[in-house]
């Protein structure tokens, strides 16, 4: 994968508040994960952010004014949240950072009902932050190609219905071999979510 020297495009950088208001609007909006949690939580720390969506794997979401769709690998604390949802454990509020994003452009519908990319980003490469240079650890960027895949869990329903207790995801889906028990007691636990 080449570096890309020119910063031409930037993704936003962001530390998302998940807080008990938040998780209570969530629990009132039930079956719609566009109500979730760490959704309504990047809504409001970034407000330009538009078609969010959270899965297991990403966070995702468009920037229309710049064109842009932004795919960030889901932060351990926002996946043990998500599973902590599922199976109905509450959670004290939480905070996690956003950096280095997949960068891909955004879909037009022309007049002719035919979809047009907003920009033409080419091959997917890496795209260096200037700070970068001097050996400070930042992920960079990665702009083009095709975007990480969504999670499929096996109800494979999971990333668009979401729901406090509705256990639409299996454990075997997330953690292989491992004895749900054991999965989920680490979990339930407070130490899960300060050890992420």
Not at 25 to 50: E, G, Y
Not at 84 to 111: C, N, V
Request: proline share 8%; hydrophobic share 35%.
């Amino acid at each position: 994968m080449k570096a890309s020297k020119p910063r031409e495009f930037v993704a936003p950088r962001a530390i998302i508040n998940v807080t008990k208001e938040h998780m209570t609007s969530a629990k009132a909006m039930k079956k719609r994960s566009d109500h979730c949690a760490i959704v309504l939580a990047i809504q409001d720390a970034v407000p330009k952010a538009t078609h969010i969506t959270v899965d297991l794997q990403t966070i995702r979401w468009s920037d229309k004014n710049k064109g842009l769709r932004y795919s960030f690998f889901t932060p351990k604390k926002a996946f043990i949240f998500l599973v902590r949802w599922d199976y109905a454990i509450d959670s004290e509020p939480f905070s996690f950072p956003l950096r280095g994003a997949h960068i891909t452009s955004m879909q037009k519908s022309t007049p002719k009902g035919k979809p047009k990319r907003s920009h033409k980003l080419g091959k997917r490469r890496i795209s260096m932050a200037p700070n970068q240079e001097k050996k400070i650890r930042v992920r960079p960027d990665i702009i083009g190609g095709r975007p990480p895949p969504l999670t499929h869990v096996s109800s494979g329903i999971f990333a668009h219905h979401r729901e406090f207790g509705r256990r639409g995801m299996s454990l075997p889906d997330i953690f292989g071999d491992r004895d749900p028990r054991e999965v989920l007691g680490w979990i339930a636990s407070d130490k899960a979510m300060s050890e992420a």
